[in-house]
């Protein structure tokens, strides 16, 4: 147990003229003490002593020489801070009465007491366990008892009664605590830390990705914890579970180990289904998170980190996390002048808190965006070359960006429209008619012309045939 021990030492000023006046000082076994005598008094260039009860451990002369008592319990536990008396590393033996004197005058006097600060048990807690503190002082004779409370690590007052204060551990007992004794003119604290062995909360939304985002999986352990001390207190090891979120109202898969880590020499991640993430490189000093650096469509789902501490118990932390993406209906493989609908979404209704904002490609036809384009839906009414490229939307939880992602559109034009086709149908057929035409008025040409001719042949030339005269 490693107690730190602050002591303060408040004196009034009132007390100044007051010669031989007495002073309370509450002190933990192991502090440094330091003495003051009045402020005020001109103690330069004089002769001083200090007394524990009768015995004369301390003496400074006018030109600075200074002595102390050698013997034990005191040897090289006292030294000079300009007029104060130093006790370092005080000791039961060394409370009691302290007193400074100028000559045979008794400046002040101080009743150091001691303060008995403990907690139980001594080393850490799991949460469930009783956490017991107890501040204890010696009654000072002749004094009022002083006052006495606890301030918690968050520094809340804590009214206590007699006794040891108790409170059933939780993570957020882990730290420093703080007694406070206070009596008419000085205060004094006195704290003690505590160790509770507890995952870090699991964060109070979602976890955001996409496959331009990080994926980020928190989960810690209390900072001073070291696995040996874990170790100890029987801890086993710590355990990633991934309950996948189907997408549709499938049966929901099987829940996969991610990694196991094991407090067995050499300490370290056992991959198990891994699904490309990767544990932080601090996680000896209890970072258990996971990370990697570009989300997948499939992560949706619960992680959860367990931290196994006995056969009995463990201590779990669920981490939701979502998957952002844009959806283009029909698809992303456009032809200019359809209708197009983009949707940004991560499978559930957005949360009032958060907002969604789109980023289209410089000469879209939907620049300027409309006011209201925090909505999850677009519609580009005719696509043209313009709306090709990037879209982007980002999910922003007032200015902090949880994620972002990115579709590309194609816009191709179409290079025969309708009526392009129907001209050159209607062309070719055109052609095709006028060359059938053509074809058929050539025959019936030379038809009539071979006809032609073999008529005047016969009228030409007469070939008397079988014609004799006689
Ligand atoms: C403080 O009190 C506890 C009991 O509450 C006692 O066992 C322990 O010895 C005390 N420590 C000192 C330094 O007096
Ligand atoms: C676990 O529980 C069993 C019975 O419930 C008990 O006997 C045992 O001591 C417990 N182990 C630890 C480490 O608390
Ligand atoms: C996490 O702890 C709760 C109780 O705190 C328990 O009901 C739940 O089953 C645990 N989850 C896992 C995956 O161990
Ligand atoms: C786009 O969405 C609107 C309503 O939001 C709907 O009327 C239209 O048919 C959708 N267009 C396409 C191509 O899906």
Known sequence: MKTLIQSFLIVNAVLMSTMGAEEVVYAQVGDTVTLKPPVGTNL?????????????????????????????????????????????NIQQ????????????????????LKLNVTKSPSSLLLPGEILSLDCSVEAPQGHRKPGIYWLDPQGKKIANN????????????????????????TEHKATVSVTVVDLSPAPQRPQYTSLSSPLILPCSIPAPISWEQMKAKGIRGVDWLFFPKPSSNLISDDPQSLFSLSLEDPLNWKPNQDRGLTPVRDFKKGDLSLTRNRGREDDRGDYVCILKVNENMSLNRTVQVNVLKIISYPGTDLISGQQVNLTCSFGQPLPSDLRLKWFTPEQSSLQPLSPDHHRAHLTIPQVGTGDGGKWRCELRQSNTLLASTVITLKIE??????????????????????????FIFYKRRQRKLRHLRHRLCQCKNPKPKGFYRT
């Open 413 to 438: 034009v179409p290079k025969l429209s309708v009526w392009m086709l129907v001209i050159i149908c209607s062309a070719t057929i055109i052609i095709i008619l006028l060359l059938i035409l053509c």
């Open 162 to 185: 007699e006794g040891p204060f108790k409170v059933t551990a939780k993570g957020q007992h882990n730290g420093q605590w703080t007694c406070v004794v206070r009596n008419d003119r």
């Open 44 to 88: 330069q260039r004089q002769y001083l002593y200090w007394f524990f009860s009768d015995l004369q451990v301390a003496w400074r002369n006018s030109f600075g020489g200074k002595g102390f008592h050698k013997d034990e319990p005191w040897t090289n536990r006292l030294s000079w801070l300009d007029d104060s008396l130093v006790i370092k």
């Open 93 to 112: 033996e060394h409370f009691g009465t302290f007193s400074c004197k100028l000559k045979s005058k008794t400046l002040i006097t101080f009743k150091v």
